[in-house]
Each structure stands twice: as structure tokens, then as C-alpha cells.
């Protein structure tokens, strides 16, 4: 008998997480009770029809909203009780944010928008722009810092926000339809450069109605009408 | 850091406005017109209020003018003959009563009396005003003796036939040789020459004679040989004109006792004199005029320059009221990334700030320019108070955080989730 593999410490940690919302005089339950550990280094995805809560849970997980109930800690601290101030900060320096739609901002090059998440912690320098310019070599952009979003294919623009993503060493990167707007070439090019990061050791947290990018993840969650249905592991 | 920061987000507002120039251009055109017309009205409104100021001051102010003025002709002397004689004006009575009523108070005092004469100098003729007063004269008027001597208490005493040449009577009457020691003669009476005046160069005068043109000669010599009676010969009719004194001048010791000697003054004339034939004139209490004068347009020109910033500042709101719903999910995004409520509002006042700031500067420089303009085109006195420029910057860029507060509020209150899903 073997014992099984000591569990990885948690990143972050829901316990009975709700969301409620008034839309008139219907209350509509978006979550309605989540329980869920996110382990050091996992490739999570998270999974559902539309309306099975998948954004409101991303949003919570991003911390740009707050359960109605229930509790939401990162690194055993819970959040749920932040200021708005104070939950500005922790998602700064905790969290990678991948968007469908790349939103990188027009009017700055591309190392500006890599340097943006170091701005608002008093943090630029020669060292953000040492690390922005390792992470774009590292994500394929090398010779492209001077260039302007709408300069790049939507490829490199989801390259830049990768980088982006990662320049505040985050808990996790929180990835949203990562590869909605591209080519299947290219979602093949983001989700290998995924993989390739959650090789490193980075934990990634993907929401997708996408079966094939959720059978790169370690463990899919399935949400349906607010609650988790199943979990499913994969061995990789 | 924080001053790179800083300096960060200065130049990343130069960045956004950059986005869309005409707009911003169009959005700083509505400042600019606004400091501009400050500056420049300013500029020119104290010009003119320094020019009467100056104007005002140079008649001194700690002194009281008293003229006789010709009352006005009534049905009943007019319908006399064209003989008799108008008998009007200050007296010597009045300069005595005047001088014992305010006694200590006055520092100096000077009575004028004008007779216009024909003056002949060997072969020339010259039409002049004999300007018979006290040796305090000079000091009062504030006039320099050029060549030779002014008259003195002797002269007066005597009763001397000596007369001084105002500034333009003597380069008129010698233009080569040294006037002093000649002869000239009026109304048969010889007056030896002792002095000449410089000439004052501006309008300044007494019943519409100019100080530069009149001959100065004691006042007891004056009513010696002159009398009370002036015949004015003009257009074939004759006029009989009995006038002691055109003029007194008052100087009192201090500018706080002006305006009780004046008072006394008034009610001293008010008594003797039936008919209004005399006039006041107070510097002093001119001065308080054209201050106030100048008090109040200076509050109409901040009214008008209010209205035009406040016209200027909903055109800032309007714009960043229409760039916060532009750029609602670049907030988003900002947000997301960990700004804070206060970094977005920052980042959008700085934007207004510089727009209205730069509006300002241009401003303050064309409003500078039409001034010099004006000052050059058409003659008009300019003045720029150091503060002027400073308090119209000033006010640019209150203006402008004024306009940006709302849209910077509306944009930092953003939900960050809806910021991001808006399109």
C-alpha cells in the first residue's frame, strides 16, 4: 500500500462561496454554494454552459467582486472583508489576469502595458524593465517592446498579456476564454505556451466552454446552476 | 519613485490627449479664449486707471483747488447792456478767511490771479496771461527755475516790476540771447526780466492757460498796476470782467485732513458766495473716485472672465464626461490590474489639469500678445500686474480640476466588472 502523494499546499480556498444578485423582484443565485481548494501549481479549468456561474465565480476568484456569503481566502487569508482599497492592492500583487479580448491599452507600447500592474505598486524602474523585457523574450516577443497593440496580430497581443499576466510573479493566472478570439493555429500556439508555464510551476486557472483547452487542465470543475456537478482529474 | 510616478502619470495623460488632438485643441480653445481676455482686459483696464491715477496725483494729493468759475448768464443780465460789468468769482476775503479758519493745518497757500495782456518785448508782440501770485508758487506747482530767480517776499513788499517767463514764453520771446535783465512792457507798465522757468511740458494750467505760457509777476505788483477789471474784446462786443482771484491752492499738512479742510472750505464759500461762482477741486477724494471706479470694473471684468472659464470648464466636463464612457474599459482593465480608485482618478484629473493648463499658458501668452498689440496699434495705456498672469494660470487650473473632479469620480466608481464586459 502506498500512501497517497502529500496534497500541495493551497493557493486559495472557497468554502460555501455565494452570489446572490436583485434583478427586481427575482433574486438570482449565480453561485449558490462553492466549495473549492486550489492547490500550488495546478492547471485548473473551469467548466459550464453559459449562466452556470463560470464569470461570476472568475470575477470573485479575480477579486473584482465580493460572495454575497460564504468565504474566499488566498494563502489562508481571507479577503472577503477587504476595503476596496485593500482588495485593489492584494489583486495587483496577486493575481494574472488573461482576457478574451487581450485588453491590453491602445495608447501605450507594448513594454508600458507590460509595466502598467508594477505602476500602481510604486514599482517602476530599471528592474520592471529588465523583467518586462525577460518576459517578453520568454513569451516569443522579443524586438516588438516599442510596438503599439494594434501593431500586433491578435496572437502576439494575447503574448503581450501573458506577460503581462505575469509580471507581478502572481498566485495564479486567471485565464478567460484565453483563445475565444483566435485561430485554431494560434489557440494551439497559446495553449502550448500554457502548458509550457504551468511546466514551470505556475498555477493556472482557465474558465472556458472550450472541452478541448479543459482537457489540458489537471482537474476540470463543471459548474451547473450555481453549484459545482463533478470534478473530474486528469493524469497528465 | 513617487516623483516618477508621477512624472508617469503626466506623461501618460499627454499620451491619451494625444489620442484625439483636435478635440483637446478645440476642448483648450475654450480656456484660452478665457484667460486671454482676462489678461489682456486686465491689462488695459489698469492701464487706463494707472494713466487717470497718475493724472490725478500729479495735481497733488493733499490739495484743495478752488476756482472761480463765471456763473451762468440769467435772462436779466443778459438783457443789459453790453457794458456792465460781471463781477464774479474768488475774493480776496475768501483767501484771508480761509487762511485764519484752517490756519495750522495748511502748509502752504498760493492765490493766482490771471490777466490776459498784450506784452511787447522791443519790436515783438505777444499775447500772454500775467499771472500775478505769492512766492509759495513754485514750491506748490512744483516748478524748477531755469535761469536766474523766482519772485521773492520782497518783490511782493515792494511792489517790484519784475515778472518771471513761464517755459515757452522765453525761448518764444529770446530765442538767442539770455532773457534775464531785459524789458518787457504791458498796459504800459516796464517789468524787468529775473528769472525763467523750465518748461513743464504737460497740460497743466490754470482757467485754461498753460503754466509754460503765462508771465509770472508779483501778485501785490498784480493788483497794482493791472486792478480788478479785465476787458475781454471778442467778436466786436466788449466784456467787463471783475475777478480778484482765478485761483487759490491749498496744500494741508496731511492727506488725513484733507477731506475735514475741504469740508470747512465749502461751508466758508457757501456762506459768502450767493451764487455758485467758484469751483472745488479735491485730488484726494478723486483718487477715491477712480479707485472705486476701477474697484468696480474690475469686478465686472471678473464677472465676464468667471462666466467665460465656468463656459470653459463645462466644455473640460463635457470632454471628460465623453473620454471616461470611451475609455470605461480601459478602467476596466486598469482596475483589474490593480489600480487603485484613487490612481484612476488621478490619471483623469491630470488630463484635465493639463488641458486646462495648457489652455492657461496659451492664454496668458496671447493675452499678453493683444496687450502689446494694443498698447502698440492703438496707443492704449498697458499695464500687467506681476499677479495677473499668475492668478489667471491659477485660476486655468482650478478650473480644470473643478471640471475633472465628476468625470474623474465617475470613472474611479466604476464597477470593475461591468468596465471590463463594456464594449
Known amino acids: ?236 | 519613485m513617487m516623483w516618477r510616478g508621477g512624472a508617469q502619470v503626466v506623461s501618460l495623460g499627454f499620451k491619451s490627449l494625444m489620442l484625439h488632438k483636435l478635440r483637446s485643441a478645440l476642448t483648450t480653445l475654450g480656456i484660452l479664449i478665457g484667460v486671454a481676455a482676462v489678461v489682456a482686459m486686465l491689462a488695459i483696464g489698469e492701464g487706463a486707471s494707472q494713466a487717470a491715477q497718475e493724472q490725478i496725483k500729479r495735481l497733488g494729493s493733499t490739495n484743495i483747488l478752488i476756482q472761480s468759475i463765471k456763473p451762468p448768464v440769467n435772462e436779466q443780465s443778459s438783457g443789459q447792456s453790453s457794458w456792465s460789468a460781471n463781477i464774479y468769482g474768488l475774493t480776496y476775503q475768501d483767501a484771508r478767511r480761509i487762511r485764519a479758519t484752517l490756519g495750522p493745518h495748511i502748509e502752504l497757500m498760493v492765490e493766482v490771479r490771471l490777466n490776459d495782456k498784450e506784452i511787447r518785448v522791443a519790436d515783438q508782440w505777444l499775447q500772454s496771461a500775467m499771472l500775478g501770485t505769492a512766492p509759495d508758487y513754485l514750491d506748490v506747482m512744483g516748478l524748477k527755475v531755469a535761469r536766474g530767480r523766482w519772485l521773492s517776499d520782497t518783490d511782493n513788499r515792494t511792489l517790484a516790476n519784475v515778472c518771471v517767463l513761464g517755459g515757452n514764453v522765453a525761448s518764444r520771446v529770446f530765442p538767442m540771447s539770455d532773457p534775464i535783465g531785459s524789458v518787457l512792457k504791458a498796459s504800459g507798465n516796464r517789468f524787468v526780466v529775473v528769472g525763467e522757468l523750465e518748461p513743464l511740458g504737460r497740460q497743466s494750467g490754470h482757467v485754461g492757460r498753460s503754466i509754460d505760457e503765462c508771465v509770472f509777476v508779483p501778485m501785490s505788483t498784480s493788483r497794482r498796476r493791472f486792478g480788478e477789471i479785465n476787458i475781454k474784446e471778442s467778436g466786436g462786443s466788449r466784456e467787463i470782467e471783475s475777478v480778484e482771484l482765478h485761483e487759490i491752492k491749498v496744500k494741508v499738512d496731511t492727506e488725513d485732513n484733507v477731506a475735514h479742510a475741504s469740508e470747512v472750505i465749502k461751508n466758508l464759500l457757501q456762506r459768502s458766495h450767493k451764487q455758485q461762482d467758484y469751483s472745488m477741486t479735491v485730488p484726494l477724494e478723486l483718487l477715491r473716485q477712480a479707485r472705486e471706479s476701477k474697484r468696480r470694473f474690475q469686478l465686472l471684468l471678473f464677472s465676464i472672465a468667471l462666466i467665460s472659464l465656468i463656459v470653459g470648464g463645462i466644455g473640460i466636463m463635457n470632454v471628460m464626461l465623453a473620454t471616461v464612457t470611451e475609455r470605461t474599459r480601459e478602467i476596466g482593465i486598469r482596475r483589474a490590474l490593480g489600480a487603485r480608485k484613487r490612481n484612476i482618478i488621478d490619471q483623469f484629473l491630470v488630463e484635465t489639469v493639463v488641458l486646462a493648463g495648457a489652455g492657461g499658458v496659451l492664454g496668458l501668452i496671447v493675452g499678453l500678445l493683444f496687450s502689446w498689440a494694443a498698447h502698440l496699434f492703438w496707443d492704449a495705456d498697458v499695464y500687467v500686474r506681476p499677479r495677473d498672469p499668475v492668478m489667471a494660470f491659477a485660476i486655468s487650473g482650478l478650473v480644470g480640476i473643478f471640471a475633472g473632479v465628476y468625470p474623474a469620480w465617475r470613472a474611479a466608481n466604476m464597477d470593475p466588472v461591468e468596465a471590463l464586459r463594456h464594449e
Open chain 1, 1 to 236: 500500500m502506498t500512501q497517497p502523494p502529500e496534497p500541495a499546499p493551497c493557493v486559495a480556498e472557497l468554502s460555501d462561496v455565494r452570489r446572490h444578485y436583485q434583478m427586481g423582484t427575482e433574486v438570482v443565485r449565480a453561485l449558490d454554494g462553492i466549495d473549492l481548494s486550489i492547490r500550488r501549481g495546478e492547471y485548473l479549468a473551469i467548466m459550464g454552459r453559459s449562466g452556470s456561474g463560470k464569470s461570476t465565480l472568475l470575477n470573485i476568484l479575480g477579486l473584482l467582486d465580493r460572495p454575497t456569503s460564504g468565504e474566499y481566502s488566498l494563502e489562508g487569508k481571507p479577503v472577503s472583508t477587504l476595503s476596496d482599497k485593500q482588495l485593489s492592492e492584494v489583486r495587483g500583487r496577486n493575481i494574472g489576469f488573461i482576457f478574451q479580448s487581450f485588453n491590453l491599452i491602445p495608447q501605450l507600447t507594448v513594454l508600458e502595458n507590460l509595466e502598467v500592474p508594477l505602476f500602481y505598486q510604486n514599482a517602476i524602474g530599471p528592474e520592471s524593465r529588465r523583467k518586462a523585457e525577460e518576459l517578453a523574450v520568454r513569451v516569443g516577443l522579443s524586438g516588438r517592446l516599442k510596438h503599439r497593440p494594434t501593431e500586433l496580430s491578435g496572437g502576439q497581443q494575447q503574448r503581450v498579456a501573458i506577460a503581462r499576466a505575469l509580471m507581478n510573479d502572481p498566485l495564479y493566472l486567471l485565464a478567460d476564454e484565453a483563445t475565444g478570439n483566435l485561430d485554431s493555429n494560434t489557440e494551439a500556439e497559446i495553449l502550448t505556451l500554457l502548458d509550457e508555464l504551468h511546466a514551470e510551476g505556475i498555477t493556472i486557472i482557465m474558465v472556458t466552454h472550450n472541452p478541448a483547452m479543459g482537457d489540458r487542465a489537471e482537474r476540470v470543475v463543471w459548474l451547473a446552476d450555481g453549484r459545482i456537478h463533478h470534478i473530474e482529474e486528469h493524469a497528465r
